[in-house]
C-alpha cells in the first residue's frame, strides 16, 4: 500500500512538472517581450566610391522586438558589435557615405534569422559616416644616378635613369605624403648592361598607388686604353698608321674600332697632313702617327 501511495506521488508531481512546462511555453509563446539596444555596425571596407571613411564604425539604439523562446536569447544583442560588407550595404550621394534603416535591417536578418523584429527611431532615418573626399597627386621618385656604384675602371655608355620617374597616389588628402618618395638603391656593383626592379615602399591601409615598383636600366663597360694599326694609301702607295684609343670595351675590339673614328688627309706646307677624330662620344683619340703622312721634297 505505501509503495502505490509513493507511486502515485511521483506521476502527480511529473504531472504538475509538465503542466508547469506546458504552461510556461504558453506564456512565453503569447507574450511579445520588446527591447532597446546600443549596437555597433563596422563596415569592412575603408574606401567606398570616391569617399575615404574616416569612423567605418556606425553606433544606434536599436529595437528588438521578439515572442516565444528566441526572446529569452535578446541578451545577445546588447553591445553587439557586427562587421558586414560595405560594398552591399553602403551607399553614397553628393555629401558622403551612408546606410539606411532597411540596409540595417537586412544585416540583422541574415545574421539572426526571422526570429527577431528590429526597428529604429524612424524609418526616414539615413546614418551617415564621417567621411572626406579622395584625392589623387602625382609624387616624383626620388633617385640619384650618382649612388649606383660603377666596379673600378668601368664608366657609364649609357646613365642610369628610372622608368616611372613618379606615381599617382588616391586618397584623402590628410594621409597623402609630401615630398619626393625615397628609393633604396641597390648596393651591388652595376657591371655590364642591366635592368633591375626596386620596390617602392607602400603607403598605408586605404591608400592606392599607380605601381609598386620602378624599374632602374643602366650601361656601363671597362674603359681600356688601346694601340691600333690600319693603312691609308696615298698617290699609289699604302703608309701605314698608328692610333691609339681611349673607350669602351665592347666598342674597342681589332675589327670594330675602326668605325669609330675618322682618318682623313690634307695638304700641308711640309707636305700631306694625317687628321684623326673620333666619330662617337665614347671613344677618345688619345694620339695617333705619323701626323706627317708624305713629307713634302723641296
Not at 598607388?209 to 699604302?238: C, H, M, P
Request: hydrophobic share 40%; charged share 20%; net charge negative.
Amino acid at each position: 500500500m505505501r509503495k502505490l501511495f509513493q507511486h502515485i506521488r511521483i506521476e502527480a508531481l511529473l504531472f504538475l512538472v509538465f503542466a508547469a512546462l506546458i504552461w510556461f511555453v504558453m506564456t512565453v509563446s503569447a507574450t511579445t517581450i520588446e527591447r532597446q539596444f546600443t549596437m555597433s555596425f563596422t563596415a569592412d571596407a575603408s574606401v567606398v566610391d570616391s569617399y575615404w571613411m574616416q569612423d567605418s564604425t556606425l553606433t544606434t539604439a536599436v529595437t528588438v522586438r521578439s515572442k516565444g523562446l528566441s526572446a529569452l536569447f535578446m541578451r545577445q544583442f546588447n553591445g553587439l558589435e557586427l562587421t558586414f560588407s560595405a560594398k552591399n550595404s553602403i551607399r553614397a550621394n553628393s555629401i558622403g557615405l551612408f546606410i539606411l534603416p532597411d540596409d540595417i535591417d537586412r544585416i540583422l536578418l541574415e545574421r539572426f534569422g526571422g526570429d527577431y523584429d528590429f526597428s529604429f527611431s524612424a524609418q526616414s532615418d539615413t546614418f551617415y559616416f564621417s567621411t572626406s573626399a579622395l584625392i589623387t597627386k602625382s609624387l616624383p621618385i626620388n633617385f640619384d644616378a650618382q649612388r649606383v656604384k660603377l666596379p673600378e675602371g668601368y664608366r657609364w655608355i649609357s646613365s642610369p635613369i628610372i622608368s616611372p620617374t613618379e606615381i599617382e597616389i588616391t586618397g584623402p588628402e590628410w594621409a597623402i605624403p609630401t615630398g619626393a618618395i625615397g628609393l633604396d638603391i641597390p648596393q651591388t656593383q652595376w657591371k655590364g648592361r642591366k635592368r633591375e626592379n626596386i620596390k617602392l615602399q607602400e603607403f598605408g591601409n586605404g591608400l592606392t598607388q599607380s605601381a609598386n615598383k620602378t624599374v632602374i636600366t643602366g650601361y656601363s663597360d671597362l674603359w681600356v686604353e688601346d694601340r691600333f694599326s690600319t693603312e691609308v694609301e696615298w698617290d699609289g702607295r699604302k703608309h701605314e698608321v698608328q692610333v691609339w684609343l681611349s673607350g669602351p670595351f665592347s666598342l674597342l675590339k681589332p675589327q670594330e674600332w675602326g668605325q669609330y673614328v675618322n682618318i682623313a688627309l690634307h695638304a700641308v706646307e711640309d707636305g700631306v697632313g694625317l687628321d684623326v677624330d673620333s666619330k662617337s662620344s665614347l671613344v677618345t683619340v688619345l694620339s695617333y702617327s705619323p701626323k706627317i703622312l708624305v713629307h713634302s721634297q723641296r
